[in-house]
């Protein structure tokens, strides 16, 4: 890269036959070589036990007696790393070809190519027989780990209820993970809030315990909600994962104006009543518990797009549950998130560690606000991956209208008369003008801007090719929206003996970007039993894929990398 801008004046003379009648010859060859598409008239392909037997007639009679490459266009279904055994019986080219043990999909028509010198045969065989049955995915919950899944699976399906021991067990992992996910980044401006309004009630017991049950109501509610849409989603035959909600540009934005909302009225800016009936905040000063309960929500909302450890595998169990299981698993996670507010709120040493109300509320609630605005930022920023630019900055031009308005609400007399009513018609004007950027995609940029470490775009059938090629593979599934891939992407896949350990080992690195809806991602991440990012897994040839635990540390996959 030169760091230094430079220019100049060329002309270049184009013959006027042009480049592509100069190389007439090699572009016929090229099209000679073409695979012909030969009628499968008499030809077929039959499941027989673990292989597929192969008859083909109509080949080139200069071909009969040689041996000749084999190339299944279907992917996933048979062995590609095994040689094919194959015979001529006369004219008729007969072929049995093992069946991959971790066989995706059980087609009906198999489009297989032939080669031999250069020359090729196309023909699409009608498959006869019983498919063995798919095999079924194991669930893990460690890691890293190994998976029986290939790179690309589509997602095994199942209804059948779990034997009631790997259920408790998932439920296990998912009341830990919630617990864990109060630690995530994404996490920690709730908390604010939530110290706020615990040191509110001082030493009143009852209070704190009401708005205890309270939060917990909310965060479980809100899982058991989040999860019953997601269910519904992939029943309608969407393919969404955890978290899906922030792939959409118009909740991002929604999300980014919340916090904005709530910082400003931390900062002093507002009180509720500029933008809430006096009667609702004198039934919320009645009835605290509503406000530990919206708590509750606002933090699933929050945490939603984080996964922490032992989170994945459960979330990815859900995939194959019948759906009381499944949303018993939900609002385990739920538990999880509000146990340490839930039992703080119940144990008596809490109450004596925190300081009597008093003035200094006043000065940490302002404190507070800057959490919230730091979230907007992220927002902004997940926005700008999926919107571009131009959306991230039409989003902020929107937010500091907002803020402007909210504080001519808060004008007296005249002024307010004058500045308030124009402030609502600017912002309703620049959002007419600009809300069309805000929730338009653009090209995502966070696969391009890795690729000049080394990464490249994931597609489904790349792995495979890779592989069948002798490299290891690396896979990162990610997205701008999750805190923990970002937080993963800054530590351990910058650390420069991991770089190194990539190099030597000359592993190919793939990134799968999902902050975008994409099906292809959601089913492999399914075909690996789970259910969101962040997914980390190593492939080699030979072996069975390994999967690292969402918190991806240096020291295990180091250990991984030097077994390759």
Not at 431 to 444: D, N, Q, R, S, T
Request: proline fraction near 8%.
């Amino acid at each position: 890269m030169e760091c230094v801008p430079e220019e100049g004046m060329f002309t270049l003379q184009v013959p006027l036959d042009g480049t592509t009648a100069l190389n007439a010859a090699a572009f016929a060859a090229a099209e000679r070589a073409h695979p012909r598409e030969l009628p499968a008239t008499d030809s077929s392909a039959h499941v027989d036990g673990e292989a597929l037997a192969l008859q083909v007639h109509g080949l080139p009679a200069s071909w009969q007696g040689q041996r000749l490459d084999v190339f299944p266009e279907t992917p996933e279904v048979v062995h590609n790393a095994r040689e094919p055994t194959q015979r001529w019986e006369g004219a008729v080219w007969k072929a049995s070809v093992p069946l991959s043990p971790d066989r995706a999909a059980s087609p009906e028509v198999m489009p297989v190519v032939l080669a031999l010198g250069g020359a090729g045969e196309r023909v699409s065989l009608p498959v006869s027989g019983e498919w063995p049955p798919l095999r079924e995915l194991p669930v893990s919950f460690g890691g890293p780990q190994a998976a029986a899944s290939p790179p690309s699976a589509a997602p095994v399906a199942a209804t059948a209820a779990a034997p009631m021991g790997v259920w408790l067990l998932a439920l296990g992992g998912a009341l830990l993970g919630g617990m864990l996910l109060n630690l995530m980044p994404c996490v920690f401006p709730i908390l604010a809030v939530k110290v706020v309004g615990f040191a509110r009630h001082g030493g009143h017991r009852r209070a704190q315990r009401i708005g205890g049950l309270a939060y917990t109501a909310g965060v479980v509610l809100s899982f058991v909600a989040l999860g019953a849409l997601m269910l519904a989603l992939r029943a309608a035959g969407q393919a969404v994962g955890w978290g899906f909600q922030l792939q959409s540009p118009l909740v991002v934005a929604l999300l980014a104006t919340l916090f904005t909302l709530i910082g400003l009225n931390l900062a002093g800016l507002f009180e509720g009543g500029l933008l809430l009936p006096s009667r609702w905040l004198t039934a919320q000063a009645r009835h605290p518990v509503t406000d530990a309960f919206l708590t509750g929500m606002l933090t699933v909302a929050v945490a939603s797009p984080c996964t922490a450890p032992f989170m994945g595998a459960s979330l990815g169990l859900t995939l194959s549950l019948p759906g009381w299981q499944a949303l018993g698993i939900f609002a385990a996670l739920g538990l999880g998130l509000a146990a340490p507010y839930l039992l703080a709120s119940w144990w008596p040493a809490v109450a004596g560690l925190l300081p009597k109300p008093g003035a200094w509320m006043q000065t940490l609630r302002h404190l507070l606000a800057f959490p919230m605005f730091a979230t907007v930022v992220w927002l902004v920023w997940v926005l700008g991956q999926q919107s571009g630019i131009d959306g991230a900055a039409a989003l902020l031009a929107l937010l500091v209208v907002l803020a402007f308005t909210v504080w001519s609400l808060g004008l007296r007399g005249r002024t307010r008369q004058v500045i308030a009513p124009l402030s609502i018609a600017a912002g309703a004007w620049l959002l007419f003008a600009l809300g069309p950027k805000v929730i338009e995609f653009h090209e995502p940029v966070l696969a391009q801007a890795r690729q000049a470490g080394g990464w490249q775009p994931w597609r489904a059938d790349l792995p495979d090719q890779l592989l069948a090629q002798g490299r290891p593979v690396f896979v990162d599934y990610t997205a701008a929206w999750c805190v923990t891939c970002q937080y993963n992407k800054k530590t351990t896949l910058a650390d420069a003996d991991v770089r190194q350990d990539f190099a030597a080992k000359n592993i190919a690195l793939l990134v799968a970007d999902w902050t975008r809806q994409d099906p292809a991602i959601t089913a492999s991440l399914a075909s690996l039993g789970r259910s969101g990012v962040p997914l980390y897994v190593l492939y080699a040839p030979g072996s069975k894929p390994v999967i690292f635990s969402e918190i991806l540390g240096v020291r295990g996959l180091r250990e991984a990398l030097a077994r390759l």
